[in-house]
């Protein structure tokens, strides 16, 4: 079983609809994050968490909003999906300590927005 | 499975040849730079990473080279193999109050038979 779990794998949906995408994880890590891939474009920070009581708004958090409901699960949400939000999610974990760069992801949710 | 990237650099090596993956970094404060592996349907995955104070660090076939006074981060994979077909991504990273991993767009290694 994966350590970063993600559902839904695939959503299409419509625009102004509302969607959440949920990450869970077994990795025992205290921090979170989501990201958003385009094609041709590298990764970019929607929003981090790095432990229960803290929320931190990445480079694109404008439309997005997050809740970290355990250590364990930390989920994104589309309160009014658009068209350009239709992209790869991953969300990401990493332990506590001195920060490093290795994230470990889950296997992505792909958002369609028509 | 997923695409992580219509247009991305390709480069193309012979099975069993050395590959390098070259990245352009951006912030001459970054303190750390990281390489992420993505494969076809799977989240990226860290390969190595390397601190400014460094300026080559090995792994087990890899081997990363950072140059700070052109802000050139390189990625050399040995004797490459098919499973290390992927997607490579650089990362950047502040050491500061404010966390932020920026990634690069990305360079795709396809590896012939």
């Known amino acids: 079983d994966a350590d970063v779990t993600q559902t839904p794998r695939n959503r299409i949906t419509k625009t102004g609809k509302r969607i959440m995408l949920e990450c869970s994880q077994t990795k025992g890590h205290d921090r979170m994050y989501w990201y958003r891939q385009d094609p041709g474009l590298g990764l970019q920070l929607i929003y981090y968490?790095?432990?229960?009581?803290?929320?931190n708004k990445g480079e694109i958090s404008d439309g997005y909003s997050v809740s970290r409901q355990a250590q364990a699960k930390f989920s994104l949400s589309l309160e009014s999906a658009i068209p350009n939000q239709t992209a790869l999610y991953f969300c990401?974990?990493?332990?506590?300590?001195?920060?490093?760069?290795?994230?470990?992801f889950g296997e992505g949710s792909r958002l369609t927005v028509l | 499975g997923e695409s992580v990237g219509l247009h991305l650099p390709t480069l193309s090596v012979q099975e069993g040849d050395n590959s390098i993956i070259n990245c352009a970094y951006s912030n001459s404060a970054s303190d750390y730079f990281i390489w992420y592996k993505q494969e076809s349907g799977k989240g990226p995955q860290f390969i190595i990473d390397?601190?400014?104070?460094?300026d080559k660090r090995q792994g087990q076939r890899v081997t990363v080279l950072l140059n700070k006074t052109v802000k050139h981060l390189s990625l050399q994979i040995a004797a490459t193999q098919p499973g290390d077909s992927a997607v490579y991504f650089c990362a950047e990273m502040i050491l500061d109050s404010s966390y932020k991993l920026i990634f690069g767009s990305g360079t795709r290694l396809l590896v012939r038979p």
């Open positions: 968490s790095f432990d229960v009581k803290d929320i």
């Open positions: 390397i601190r400014s104070n460094m």
């Open positions: 990401a974990t990493s332990p506590a300590g001195p920060i490093t760069g290795e994230l470990f």
